[in-house]
C-alpha cells in the first residue's frame, strides 16, 4: 500500500512525510497480505487504484468503476477493506502529526521569526507597545484559562488502539530524530511491523456499549499521557521567557487549568448518577496522587547529592532528619532522606483519600498525611531553595519545579469536575 498523492503532488518540505506514510504504508500492506493473503491484499489495492484514479482525474467512468467494486463486496471482503483504510487514515495520522512537530522544530532551529499564536510571538507585541511589568502581572492575577473534556462516545477509539498509536508514534519519531545505523533502522522497522500487526489483529470496535465509567477512564488518560507533564512545562517556557524581556521577577499563578466535564453531566446523561460523580473525583484524584508519588519516588533515586561536598539550608536538614532514616548508605544524602520523608506523608495523603494505588512501601508507614497540597509544595519548596542557595540552580529546575508546580495546578483533585443538573431537581 503506498502513498495517497504522487510526488509531484506534494513540496520539498513535506519530503519526509511522504516518506513516513509510505513506510507505514508498506508494512500495513505487507501486514495484510502476511494475514489475510494475497487476495485481500490485491482487493485493498484495486480500490486504493481506483479511489486515486477517480480524485485525480475526476472522471465519471472511473467514479462508476470504483462504486461497481465497492457494490461486488461481500460481508468479509467489506470489512477487510474498511479495516485496511480506516487503519491506513490512523497511520497517515500518526505520520502528519509528526511532521507537524518536525516543522516546529526545524522553525526553531532556522532561528525564524516567531509563529503566529506562539507565546514569544504574543510577549513581542506586548514590549513592542510597551506594556508595563505592573499591568501584566495585573494581567496574570486575574486571568483564567480553563479548556474543559467533554466526552463523545461515537468518537472515542478504545484505549488499545490508543496505546498502539502512541508506540508507534514514538518508533517512528526515533527513526526522525536520531542518527541511526542500517542495523538501528532494520531493528526499528521490526517494532513498527510488531505493532502494526497487533493493531491489525485488534478489533477496531467495542462489543459493549461505553458505560460513564469509561468515558471517565478514557479522559483520565489525557491527564496521565499529556497534561500532568506538559503544562508545568508551558509554565516554565513563559518564565524564561518573561524573564529573558523583563527585570521584574514575574509570580505566575495557576491560571492554566483543564477541567472535565465527564461524570458530572447529570442533565444530560441518565447515568451520570451520585455515584458515579463520587467515584468521578476520587478516579481523578488518585491519577494525581499516583504521579506524585512516581515523580516523588523518581527524584528520591536522582538527587543522591552528598553533604560532603555541598552545603544544605536548615530547613533541608530538619526535613531530612525528620524522614528517621536508619538507612546508613543515606546517612550523608540529605536531599534523599527528605525526599523518603516527602514521600512517606504522600503515601499516608494518598491512603487517606482511600485511594489503592501500587507504590512501593513507604520508609515510615506511620507518617503524618498532608492536610493540603499547600503543605506538600513547602516541602517541594524547602529542597528548591536549598538547592537554588547553594549552586545546585540547574537541579532545581526541570523535573523537581515541574513538579512543584504540578501540585500547584493539579492539587490533590486534579481537575474540577463541571456539573449540569436540571433546574426541575
Same mark, same amino acid.
Given at each position: 500500500m503506498n502513498l495517497f498523492f504522487a510526488p509531484s503532488d506534494i513540496s520539498s518540505k513535506d519530503v519526509p512525510l511522504r516518506e513516513d506514510v509510505r513506510l507505514l504504508g508498506r508494512i500495513l500492506g505487507d501486514t495484510i497480505r502476511e494475514q489475510d493473503g %494475497?487476495?485481500?491484499?490485491? &482487493? #485493498? %489495492? @484495486?480500490? $486504493?487504484?481506483?479511489? #486515486?484514479?477517480? +480524485?485525480? =482525474?475526476? !472522471? @465519471?467512468?472511473?467514479? =462508476?468503476?470504483l462504486e461497481a467494486i465497492l457494490d461486488a463486496l461481500n460481508p468479509g471482503e467489506t470489512l477487510a477493506v474498511v479495516r485496511a483504510f480506516s487503519y491506513f487514515s490512523q497511520l497517515s495520522n500518526i505520520a502528519e502529526d509528526l511532521h507537524h512537530n518536525r516543522r516546529h522544530r526545524n522553525h526553531l532551529k532556522a532561528g525564524s521569526p516567531p509563529k503566529n499564536g506562539s507565546l514569544k510571538l504574543a510577549l513581542d507585541r506586548l514590549t513592542e507597545k510597551p506594556v508595563s511589568e505592573e499591568r501584566l502581572q495585573a494581567f496574570l492575577n486575574s486571568a483564567l484559562i480553563s479548556p474543559v473534556l467533554t466526552a463523545h462516545p461515537t468518537e472515542v477509539q478504545r484505549k488499545s488502539i490508543l496505546d498502539c498509536h502512541l508506540i508507534i508514534s514514538s518508533l517512528l519519531s526515533t527513526r526522525d530524530r536520531m542518527d541511526m545505523t542500517p542495523e538501528d533502522l532494520a531493528d526499528n522497522e521490526i517494532l513498527l511491523r510488531r505493532f502494526v500487526l497487533i493493531l491489525w489483529q485488534t478489533r477496531m470496535l467495542r462489543t459493549a456499549k461505553l458505560t460513564v465509567n469509561d468515558e471517565i477512564k478514557n479522559g483520565l488518560e489525557f491527564y496521565r499521557y499529556t497534561f500532568l507533564k506538559e503544562i508545568p512545562k508551558i509554565y516554565a517556557g513563559m518564565e524564561q521567557e518573561l524573564s529573558a524581556r523583563y527585570k521584574h521577577d514575574f509570580k505566575i499563578p495557576p491560571f492554566l487549568r483543564v477541567g472535565s466535564w465527564i461524570g458530572g453531566d447529570r442533565d444530560g446523561n441518565p447515568y451520570v448518577t451520585h455515584d458515579v460523580m463520587q467515584s468521578a473525583v476520587q478516579q481523578h484524584s488518585s491519577v494525581a496522587l499516583e504521579f506524585y508519588l512516581n515523580e516523588t519516588n523518581l527524584l528520591g533515586t536522582r &538527587?543522591?547529592?552528598?553533604? $560532603?561536598?555541598?552545603?544544605?539550608? !536548615?530547613? &533541608? $536538614?530538619?526535613?531530612? !532528619?525528620a524522614a528517621h532514616d536508619t538507612a546508613i548508605? $543515606?546517612? !550523608? %544524602?540529605?536531599? +534523599? +532522606?527528605a525526599l523518603i520523608r516527602i514521600y512517606s506523608r504522600l503515601s499516608a495523603t494518598a491512603q487517606q483519600l482511600g485511594h489503592d494505588i501500587a507504590h512501593l512501601r513507604p520508609t515510615n508507614p506511620n507518617a503524618q498525611p498532608y492536610d493540603k497540597p499547600q503543605d506538600y509544595m513547602a516541602d517541594l519548596d524547602i529542597l528548591i531553595h536549598s538547592l537554588e542557595q547553594h549552586g545546585a540552580l540547574y537541579i532545581s529546575q526541570g523535573r523537581l519545579s515541574n513538579l512543584r508546580r504540578a501540585v500547584e495546578v493539579f492539587g490533590f483533585h486534579l481537575a474540577p469536575l463541571d456539573m449540569r443538573q436540571h433546574s426541575a431537581i
Open positions: %494475497e487476495e485481500t491484499y490485491q &482487493l #485493498v %489495492e @484495486n480500490v $486504493r487504484r481506483s479511489a #486515486v484514479r477517480f +480524485r485525480k =482525474i475526476q !472522471d @465519471n467512468q472511473d467514479r =462508476i468503476q &538527587l543522591s547529592l552528598t553533604d $560532603r561536598l555541598v552545603e544544605v539550608s !536548615d530547613d &533541608l $536538614r530538619a526535613l531530612a !532528619d548508605s $543515606r546517612a !550523608d %544524602e540529605p536531599y +534523599r +532522606r
